[in-house]
């Protein structure tokens, strides 16, 4: 059984410029959640959406979006490009929502 | 808000050496917990959970317990090895009304398992 696949793993961008990352969970899974990684905040909660619907969102300003699609495929969007939004990625899905299975996550430099 | 502390920061021990990591949490409103491994610049990957009705749960040479009502959790690493060096991540399922889940992590403990 494959396990979450995020793409791309890695990522350069330039401040001011917007960018979309993508996450395929594991088959039958119905919930996404996305976390952002960074060595000063450590890991923390950006959302979540179960079956299309965002169910619980974390403390970050309106650039941070989300979307899941029918077949539980999510991406995440970051608009207006910050140097402080150069973080790990990670996305994680659940069939129960109580236990998560996390991806390789995504590496976002913004330059 | 529920805040996660993970003690100590970093641990350096020698190989065969058995150790407790700490995870402490403020509010005992929780589903589970669980510890996860992290390797540098790689995904999370699950190590044990702990439904908050149980006491421990253990997995070959690793044995996590957790006492909610005093907010913490300990991971034993027994026979420690080489292959065991990575950051280990406390976090914390919560969430009401069956709505609102969400993990809230610790911000880890980095291992270093000297041959």
């Known amino acids: 059984k494959a396990g979450v696949t995020q793409t791309p793993r890695y990522l350069i961008k330039t401040r001011g410029q917007q960018v979309t990352l993508s996450c395929s969970p594991i088959?039958?899974?119905?919930?996404v959640s996305w976390y952002q990684q960074t060595p000063g905040q450590g890991l923390q909660f950006l959302f979540e959406?179960?079956?299309?619907?965002?169910?619980n969102k974390g403390n970050f300003p309106g650039r941070f979006s989300g979307r899941q699609f029918s077949n539980s495929r999510s991406e995440m969007n970051v608009s207006t490009l910050e140097l402080g939004d150069s973080a790990l990625y990670l996305c994680?899905?659940?069939?129960?929502?109580?236990?998560?299975?996390f991806g390789q996550g995504t590496r976002l430099t913004v330059v | 808000k529920q805040e996660v502390t993970q003690i100590p920061a970093a641990l350096s021990v020698p190989e065969g050496e058995n150790l407790v990591l700490n995870c402490s949490f403020t509010?005992?409103?929780?589903?589970?917990l669980q510890w996860f491994r992290q390797d540098p610049g790689k995904g999370l990957t699950s190590l044990l959970l702990?439904?908050?009705?149980?006491r421990e749960q253990t997995s070959g040479r690793l044995n996590a317990s957790l006492d909610k009502s005093s907010g913490r959790s300990t991971l034993y690493i027994a026979a420690s090895q080489p292959g065991d060096s990575a950051t280990y991540l406390c976090?914390?399922?919560?969430?009401?009304?069956?709505?609102?889940?969400?993990?809230?992590f610790g911000k880890g403990t980095l291992l270093t398992v000297n041959p």
């Open positions: 994680a899905s659940s069939t129960d929502r109580i236990r998560a299975f």
């Open positions: 088959s039958g899974h119905r919930s």
């Open positions: 959406y179960f079956s299309e619907t965002q169910r």
């Open positions: 509010d005992s409103a929780i589903y589970n």
């Open positions: 702990i439904q908050s009705s149980q």
């Open positions: 976090a914390v399922l919560e969430g009401s009304g069956g709505s609102n889940y969400k993990l809230t």
